[in-house]
């Protein structure tokens, strides 16, 4: 069966509600928190190592809940919110691609920023690479990520590790 290659916004906000991947599995979280407008490319192949990827998109508006308080006065995205959209990703193509469970992100191991997301920008673009999916008792993601702003690319960052994870009988 060929899965969906692209999710609009109420899609997302359906995932974020737990009704894409079913209760108790992956989910996106809900605004503010949810980092992107829509998935344009999802596939279990491609992406720079062959093994899957995604690419998503955010509207920059200067009305972003963000960027009054980041920093008031010089207003700029946190960086560790285009990082958490990354681990987002991931944690979605686990959901997508047919793993159970609660995503949870597990760790990092580089980042590096070279700009910043202004409210001036237009557009930015993220995307993920797949570099290993381990599916035992152990449902876990690892892949590199980025993030362009405006076609530039700003963020790079390696080795983000999602995992997803069953309740256990009490519910946590």
């Known amino acids: 069966m060929a899965r969906q290659s692209s999710f609009t916004y109420e899609e997302l906000l359906a995932c974020g509600r737990g009704e894409l991947f079913g209760p108790g599995n992956a989910q996106l979280p ?8 829509r998935i344009t490319s999802i596939g279990e192949d491609g992406g720079a190592y062959g093994k899957g990827h995604v690419v ?5 508006r200067p009305d972003l809940w963000f960027f009054p308080c980041h920093f008031k006065g010089d207003p700029v ?6 990082v958490d ?7 979605f ?4 691609s047919g793993s159970a469970g609660r ?11 070279a700009d910043q997301v ?7 673009v993220y995307g993920v690479d797949l570099k290993r999916v381990f599916r035992s008792k152990l449902i876990l993601g690892i892949a590199d990520g980025w993030l362009e702003a405006d076609g530039r690319r700003i963020y790079e ?7 997803l994870f069953q309740a256990d009988a009490a519910g946590g």
Not at 56 to 60: C, I, K, Q, T
Not at 103 to 113: D, T
């Open 30 to 37: 809900l605004p503010p928190m949810l980092m992107f407008d």
């Open 56 to 60: 998503a998109e955010l509207d920059v």
């Open 77 to 82: 995205m946190p960086g560790c919110l285009g």
């Open 85 to 91: 959209a990354l681990w987002q990703m991931v944690g």
């Open 93 to 96: 193509f686990l959901g997508w």
């Open 103 to 113: 995503g949870r992100a597990l760790g990092i191991g580089e980042v590096k920023f």
């Open 118 to 124: 202004l409210p001036t920008h237009k557009k930015v």
């Open 157 to 163: 960052a390696k080795d983000l590790r999602v995992g």
